[in-house]
């Protein structure tokens, strides 16, 4: 019975000493550039990505060189998310092509040990670089290798791209599944985040290229259904959700009364590059109107107004075609005779 009680304890100990330890969150770093870095006002799609991760349960740390947003211009840096209380982390830089990486995929693995690379590149190497299909093709299968001589472990996602009305791009995405599959193995996963199947520019874009709200939610899902495919998360849940448009605060409104005008000035918001200028007499019992065309700046003379009518002037904030749907306070002026 001694013989025995002592054989089991040796099994327990040794138990204990050949378990692996807890391997801790799975590490996942996004390559990318301004699509992935954003500007400020933006949640970002990591931001949803995040989200996402923190409603299924899934432990993963984000991982990178940067936490920040860019502009405008590009050059400034800053925090102004719309939401910055997430895991920021990320290696996402304005004008980041497959040819032109400010940090190489083979340091960014070496430096910050992912378990997981997703990568979001190609679409600056086909707008400003003029790639093809084929160049794009290859630099991703480099964008592998080169992966892979830091880490012959690491699992790589490799992301569609959105902006399928280009033509380089659209005929790189039919054709990123069959790279992948080339390119995995039981070692080294390969998989790709599909691009979503509709993404309508101006729409789910804030210009030709960024996405607004609900483009962000369609990179984020794209992006979760891949990870899930490697066995982290959760698939994206469907339908999507509707999201608000950015900015997301209102402009503080203050205006002065001028000979049938008014003098405005405002302070924007994150994201507000432009303002919509609301008005109407009160005084006549006019409805409220929005002025047709978008004002740049922070100040603007509404003129045309009626001297001694009591008017209500509020502005509305946007970047580039998302608009806000909040307005300012609403400010009263009684413009001085002519």
């Known amino acids: 019975m001694l013989v025995l009680g002592l054989a089991a304890s040796l099994a327990v100990v040794l138990g204990r000493m050949t378990s692996a330890p807890d391997a801790g969150p799975t590490r996942v770093l996004l390559v990318g550039d301004s699509v992935t870095q954003g500007s400020s006002g933006d949640w970002t799609w990591r931001y949803r990505l995040w989200k996402h991760f923190r409603d299924v349960g899934a432990d993963v740390d984000l991982v990178g060189p940067d936490e920040d947003l860019a502009g405008p211009p590009p050059g400034v840096r ?19 092509a497959f040819t032109s ?4 995929v083979d340091r960014l693995v070496a430096a910050y040990h992912p378990d997981v690379v997703v990568e979001l590149l190609g679409v600056n190497d086909a707008l400003w670089s003029g790639a093809t299909a084929e160049q794009l093709l290859e630099d991703a299968e480099q964008f592998v290798a080169d992966a892979r001589t830091a880490d012959p472990d690491v699992d790589i996602v490799l992301g569609g791209l959105p902006q399928r009305w280009e033509t380089a791009v659209a005929a790189y995405d039919d054709r990123l599944d069959a790279l992948a599959e080339r390119l995995d193995t039981a070692r080294s996963r ?3 985040a599909r691009a979503p199947e509709v993404f309508v520019q101006e729409v789910d874009t804030y210009d030709a290229v960024h996405p607004s709200a609900s483009g962000e939610v369609k990179i984020a899902a794209g992006v979760a259904d891949a990870l899930a495919g490697l066995g982290i998360g959760a698939p994206y849940p469907r339908p999507l959700p509707t ?4 900015p997301t605060h209102p402009a503080v409104l203050s205006a002065r009364p001028g000979p049938g ?8 918001p994150p994201g507000g ?23 740049a700046g922070t100040t603007w003379t509404a003129g045309g107004l009626v001297p001694g009518d009591t008017h209500e002037i509020r502005v509305q904030m946007a970047k580039g075609t998302s608009i806000s749907e909040l307005f300012s306070n609403v400010v009263t002026v009684v413009p001085e005779p002519i």
């Open 101 to 104: 990486p400010d940090w190489p």
């Open 190 to 192: 390969v998989i790709v």
């Open 261 to 268: 005008s008014a003098v405005l000035s405002w302070e924007p």
């Open 243 to 246: 999201v608000p448009p950015v």
């Open 78 to 96: 800053n925090l102004d998310y719309a939401d910055p209380d997430f895991d920021r982390d990320h290696a996402g830089r304005w004008g980041k």
């Open 273 to 295: 590059w432009t303002a919509y200028v609301w008005l109407r007499d009160v005084s006549v019992g006019e409805q409220w109107r929005r002025l047709p065309v978008p004002v």
